[in-house]
């Protein structure tokens, strides 16, 4: 962004006016536009953008074509040309951010969007949305979501293509469903740490809860490591070679990497309780610990969540 | 393994000698039909189309499996359709804009219908509803015993009123509902009985309402978002018929059994928001969220039969209480722009979750004639988090990013069995994070771009063996981009090592991936990528194996995945469309899976064998698919199409299967 520093209000104020005055003359108005790209200009009612035209009512600088790219007077004299208007192709990313946020600003979603590790990777608005050539019926996309999204995250796509997956390519889920690409504040759980643009659910909940609400609980016996590191701690939610999209093949080698006494761990600070004694690892019975924990989740009922 | 999985890709892709977008399911088609203007009609215009078809499955193998991963089926089904009418003006009388798209119509699996309408300046609806089948074919996990045979169905509407002025309305209401056939599992009557499969009939209804604000103010956006989210499961379980339990070695058994469990309660939630950005220095942004969050519930198990030792068995069990969760969020950003180019933020947030819940548990049985006592719980964690971070564009070409993340949290416990606070056990920890971030991004020329990035860590008490302790993260991209190619390569390695005395954790994951995507004419078009991801971890274990204590000993998890996709289009005279596409995925493990494989139905066997068997699974999953379509008039296409399924495991066949899959359909507007 720009730094204005000038000092004194009514100096600042004369700043702030006069080029104001002088940029309104250099709008020339959709109209004129029309004439060189009538291609564009004749689908544009089809357009989110064209709300902007259709108010009738906003200074020239918010509306139409020019409320992006800039008013047109020069380019128009000159004939054309990219140099002698705003054109987005030869923007640096974060002068495309700042164009979009001068209107897009105000919407909540898109508030941590300075910060996001899109924005940080000059992943900005234009790499995923196409103003004028969006072949999806919603939000100006650039492509299909998934193949969005695929295009830079290739293990996710790998991911989504394992046996055991959230439906995203049979189309019954998004990306979105789950993050914020825009950016999010930092998620309550985890300590905030790697945040993956996830989004939450009912303000502050994993996205996970947003459909999964049999598992939100509250219960009187939680699974601690559901409310303090997460669904990831046992899950990889995109997919997983394994059943239940679980980290292991086998639901004991899940629960023995915790739960083996060792070190400060847990909520008491003395290790997470080891496995009674009268559990037989050499027995395959012993080995299908939620067949008889089967609340794994969390209980109402039982502290080492049987019933 | 894995030069035959090469061997395999390099055939297909000869044979192919081309791309695309892979991995999607084969239906529905893409390709348009009608003009892509639509027609018009009065002052609006409409853009339609609607695929209907027939869907054909056929299935070797294992069809549990085949529907827990795929679950296409057979019949005919709505495809796609979509309708798209949109005023010309912007001015129409009662709406400017109306989409409307589905997916899957007719018993698919995956179904979804997404709707909106607007008026500008006026009104915006939105709605999305979606259906999902859910099978979940008793798998090994829980002994094969646990199976689900649902469906879930999920729908959000949004409402806003005025949504081009200073001032917004909102409301909305989300129902997602989860209900069909299961099976479940219970243990009794003591901590060594017997498990029994029980019958179950899911049962899960969650609504949500929400009503909301925003407003702009001073150059001040202001929002207010209040919610009540209700929740009700009451999912019975019974025994239709008297069982000897799963262990035919076990004298459990039980001749009658019946659980009723209603469970409910709401989740109320606030949540403001509020940001400026109206200055070229600054933007601020914060947030704050509450909800509450309370469920009240009943328990009733009634089991009647015989225990381990062939004792008449009767016992009932009572437990009525409730649980809470509020939690309090709350977050601020500062961003501050001292130059063109550089953008410092910081974002401190707070977070308060405490879990509390009571019950009184009452059993009554025949041998003991019963006991009551008293269950409080209590688990709070209270964390503030800081994230300072740089992002500066030093050059046209060069940009840089850096960062310091800091988090502290205490996390509180209370346990208590008895109605007595002298009774409750209580802890208290603290952890911290530092974590330190920093990436570089080049831009040679144009079309090439290259980014760097590293992440290193520090934690003084992690919370579980498992969490990162001592961490860190390297990562670089690069992607060429122009008009008809897109080359991207990356690669990206974290570390993690957890020791404390006498145990020690250690992690080592990489992801490698390369994509090409090469369009050069509008009738050919070409998609092709690779990832592998490795994973391994060694952890330490202990446990109990034939009455001794086995401490020290190792779990090491190894997972070698590769994932290849391509796919290549074809446009032929304008006419048609040829797609063929192939996707696969292997993993490999370390192939220790053949190697240790202990005896089949071994019970005296080394646990740590067994370990090392269970902790591998190779397996390869793959799909080529092919679509052809062809316009038969300009408004109508018809469309044939084929995907393979094979799921195949190296260490057992009860769980492979092939599946083919295809479909015929139209797609038409009028």
């Known amino acids: 962004m720009k730094g204005v520093g000038a000092p004194g209000s009514l100096v600042r104020l004369l700043l702030l006016l006069l080029p104001a005055a002088a940029a309104a003359a250099d709008y020339v108005g959709g109209a004129v536009c029309k004439t060189c790209h009538p291609d564009i200009w004749q689908n544009f009612y089809k357009n989110a953008h064209y709300k902007s035209v259709a108010a009738g009512d906003l200074p020239p600088e918010r509306t139409g074509c020019e409320s992006c790219h800039g008013p047109g007077k020069a380019h128009v004299e000159a004939r054309g040309g990219k140099a002698t208007i705003r054109a987005f192709s030869l923007m640096e990313p974060q002068q495309v951010l700042d164009a979009c946020l001068a209107c897009h600003v105000r919407d909540i979603p898109r508030s941590n969007i300075r910060r996001s590790s899109h924005t940080q990777s000059d992943v900005v608005c234009a790499s995923c949305h196409s103003i004028h050539k969006s072949p999806a019926p919603k939000y100006l996309l650039a492509k299909k979501q998934t193949e969005l999204c695929y295009g830079c995250h290739a293990g996710v796509r790998a991911q989504f293509a394992m046996p055991s997956k959230h439906r995203v390519n049979e189309g019954f889920m998004a990306c979105t469903d789950c993050h914020n690409p825009h950016g999010t504040a930092s998620p309550s759980w985890r300590m905030g740490l790697r945040p993956r643009l996830a989004d939450t659910a009912l303000a502050n909940e994993q996205a996970c809860l947003k459909c999964h609400t049999d598992k939100r609980g509250p219960f009187v016996f939680e699974h601690p490591s559901v409310r303090v590191d997460g669904c990831e701690s046992c899950h990889s939610p995109h997919g997983s070679m394994n059943p239940r999209l679980l980290k292991r093949p086998a639901v004991f080698t899940v629960c023995l990497e915790c739960h083996n006494g060792a070190g400060t761990f847990g909520r008491q600070g003395d290790g997470v309780k080891m496995q009674s004694s009268t559990h037989n690892m050499a027995d395959p019975r012993y080995r299908n610990c939620t067949t008889c924990h089967a609340r794994i989740h969390g209980s109402n009922v039982d502290s080492l969540f049987l019933r | ?670």
């Not at chain 2, 893409?30 to 409409?46: A, K, Q, T």
């Open chain 2, 1 to 670: 393994m894995k030069g035959r999985m090469f061997s395999h890709a390099a055939v297909v892709l000869i044979g192919l000698a081309g791309v695309c977008l892979a991995q999607t399911t084969v239906a529905p088609s893409p390709e348009p039909v009608g003009r892509s203007r639509g027609e018009d009609y009065r002052n609006y215009n409409f853009v339609h189309s609607f695929e209907t078809g027939y869907r054909f499955r056929s299935v070797g193998g294992n069809l549990g499996k085949y529907r827990s991963d795929v679950n296409f089926g057979n019949g005919v089904r709505l495809l796609a359709s979509s309708l798209a009418v949109n005023s010309k003006e912007g001015q129409g009388r009662l709406f400017d804009q109306f989409t409307l798209n589905t997916q899957g119509l007719g018993e698919d699996p995956y179904q979804m219908a997404s709707l909106r309408l607007e008026k500008n300046k006026l009104y915006r609806y939105d709605m999305l509803w979606r259906v999902s089948d859910y099978y979940n074919p008793a798998l090994a996990i829980s002994g094969g015993q646990r199976l689900a045979d649902t469906r879930r169905r999920v729908q959000d509407h949004d409402v806003t009123l005025l949504p081009q002025s200073s001032l917004r309305l909102f409301a909305g209401f989300s129902r997602n509902t989860q209900d069909g056939p299961a099976l479940a599992t219970t243990q009794l009557f003591d901590s060594r009985g017997d498990e029994f499969p029980l019958f179950s009939d899911v049962r899960r209804t969650q609504n949500e309402y929400r009503v909301g604000l925003e407003a702009r103010v001073l150059g001040m956006k202001f929002a207010a978002f209040r919610g009540w989210e209700k929740f009700t499961e009451d999912t019975p379980l019974r025994l239709d018929s008297a069982s000897a339990g799963n262990n035919s070695d076990d004298q459990t058994t039980l001749a009658s059994f019946r659980r009723t469990e209603p469970y409910q309660g709401s989740t109320p939630h606030w949540r403001l928001h509020l940001f400026t950005e109206n200055h070229d220095w600054l933007a601020v942004n914060a947030r704050f969220t509450y909800s509450g969050g309370r469920r009240d519930f009943a328990f009733d198990e009634n089991g009647a039969g015989t225990d381990r030792f062939g004792r008449a068995r009767s016992r009932q069990i009572l437990v009525a209480g409730n649980a809470r969760r509020p939690v309090t969020n709350g977050a601020v950003t500062f961003s501050v722009f001292p130059s063109r180019g550089l953008v410092l933020t910081n974002h401190t947030a707070f977070h308060h979750v405490r879990v509390e819940g009571d019950n009184t548990y009452q059993e009554i049985n025949n041998l003991t004639s019963g006991f009551r006592f008293f269950q409080f719980r209590y688990l709070g964690v209270r964390s503030f988090v800081n994230q300072s971070d740089a992002n500066w564009r030093a050059r046209k070409w060069l940009g840089l990013y850096g960062g310091y993340h800091y988090s502290k949290r205490r996390i509180r416990s209370i346990e208590q069995f008895s109605e007595q606070p002298s009774d409750a056990t209580a802890a208290s920890q603290d952890n911290r994070i530092h974590s330190g971030l920093a990436g570089i991004r080049f831009q040679p020329n144009k079309p090439l771009s290259i980014s760097l990035d590293a992440e290193v860590g520090r934690a003084d008490r992690p919370f579980f063996p498992i969490s990162e302790r001592n961490f860190h993260a390297l990562g670089a991209r690069a992607q060429y981009k122009s008009r008809s190619l897109t080359l991207a390569a990356s690669t990206r390695a974290s570390y993690n090592t957890n020791s404390v005395s006498l145990f020690a954790h250690s992690s080592r994951a990489r992801a490698h991936a390369a994509d090409a995507s090469w369009a050069p004419k509008a009738w050919f078009s070409f998609d092709a990528g690779y990832s592998k991801l490795h994973l391994d971890t060694l952890s330490g274990i202990a446990y109990f194996a034939s009455g001794r204590q086995v401490l020290g000993d190792e779990s090491l998890y190894v997972s070698n995945i590769h994932s290849g996709n391509l796919g290549v289009r074809l446009g032929i005279r304008n006419r048609a469309d040829l797609y063929l596409g192939y996707s696969r995925v292997q993993e490999t493990g370390d192939g220790r899976a053949r190697l240790d494989a202990p005896p089949t139905g071994s019970r005296t066997g080394s646990a740590s064998t067994l370990f090392r068997f269970a902790q591998t699974l190779p397996l390869e999953f793959e799909s080529p698919q092919g679509r052809f379509s062809v316009r038969i008039r300009n408004k109508l296409r018809w469309n044939l199409g084929y995907q393979h399924y094979r799921y195949r495991e190296d260490s057992l066949a009860l769980q492979d299967y092939r599946a083919h899959t295809g479909y015929t359909s139209v797609v038409w507007s009028f």
